[in-house]
């Protein structure tokens, strides 16, 4: 039995709809973020080093790295589903946006994220200090480089109504962190294709069905 190591409020959430969506049997193991560090717990150190999540076994099969998960599911499990054929456009695109998601996209949302909590958890004398530099930081750097994301995605989206193509693909659940995050930490105002494929995303069947499974699931801490 496949087995989702499933972190609450992580990317993990994306093995879980992608599972549901392709009909796969799976069980959940279940962790829970520490409220204060936001950290995952140390328990997921035994299933594998670097104690992050998502991570899935599958009999004697151990596989890190939301990536690299996706891979596997949709090449072990697929059957041609959620993947564009071989040698296609579509599939270049697919192969694209799959590293992108985390070799690029996440960049400044992480950066986002831990100054943030670096003007929140830092010395209690300190902290106006370090939520001075955050808010420094994140107007001369974080925010323009974000902002300059967001125009790139809201400018693909605009020639398609997929990251792929016409058809919703695996790449667009891995886009889907980094989709979400943005709109949890930004105005989407001026970005109303990648608002338009946020709500359609999180409408799908599959995804309402993830969240039954997995628990509630909000990147807004």
Known sequence: MLTVHHLN?????RILWLLEE??????????????DTMLAPPELRAIHPLGKSPVITD????????????DY????????????????????????????????????????IVFHEIGRQGPLLARPLL????????????????KKHMTYWESELASRPYFCGEEFSAADIQMSFPLEAATE?????AYPHITALVEKL???????????????YSLAF
């Open 9 to 13: 409020n992580s990317r993990s959430h």
């Open 202 to 216: 999180r409408e799908r069947e599959a995804y309402q069905r993830a969240i039954e499974r997995g628990g509630e």
């Open 73 to 112: 599911i949709v090449e072990r499990y697929g059957e041609g589903r959620l993947r564009p054929p071989a040698d296609s456009p579509e599939r270049l695109r697919y192969t694209y946006w799959m590293h992108y998601a985390e070799g690029s996209a996440m960049s400044p949302l992480m950066l986002k």
């Open 22 to 35: 392709l009909g796969c049997d799976y069980e959940i193991a279940f962790y829970e973020r520490d409220p």
């Open 131 to 146: 939520k001075g530099v955050s808010a420094a930081v994140n107007k001369e750097f974080i925010n323009p480089e974000l």
């Open 59 to 70: 009999g004697e099969v151990t596989v890190a790295e939301s990536g690299a998960i996706i």
């Open 185 to 189: 930490r930004g105005d989407l105002s």
